[in-house]
């Protein structure tokens, strides 16, 4: 898992973290009320955000340190208890982690920012490197 999300981070040019967070993954799970997925926890806790596309898609993921107050200014986890959002296609939609607690069942699904409902989710990805992996190979979300 690791070996395929670090080929495309080095593909892509994902700027590695140098520096520690003033956030830590813990306080985004607390503040979520989510257990983040592993290979998602490495991706924040090695590297900083991007805003580039990933094959045909542009895909804006927010760093360790701005992923509280982005789903606090749009409330994506006060109105969605099992999601928390990750990032952008700067179109509307926003990226996020779906996690079905009951099931240890995780999706990455793109979703509108304005109608904030799980019925509008599309699932994008089964992990969050299976959402790059795909990304990577020319997946397109609107075809």
Do not use: C
Not at 64 to 92: H, Q, R
């Amino acid at each position: 898992m690791k070996e395929n999300l670090q080929e495309i981070f080095k593909k892509y040019s994902f700027p590695k973290r140098d520096i520690n967070a003033l956030v830590e993954v813990s306080d985004v799970e607390y503040y979520s009320n989510l257990k983040l997925p592993e290979d998602y926890v490495f991706y924040l806790e090695n590297y900083f955000g991007i805003d580039q596309f990933i094959g045909v898609e542009f895909i804006k993921l927010w760093s360790l340190e701005e992923i509280i107050e982005a789903n606090k200014s749009y409330k994506i986890v006060e109105e969605l208890t099992a999601t928390i959002g990750i990032g952008t296609n700067g179109s509307g939609e926003f990226i996020g982690i779906e996690i079905d607690s009951n099931k240890n069942n995780v999706k990455i699904i793109l979703s509108p920012f304005i109608d904030l409902n799980s019925k509008y989710h599309v699932e994008i990805g089964t992990s969050f490197t299976d959402f790059l992996i795909k990304l990577d190979k020319g997946l397109e979300w609107f075809s």
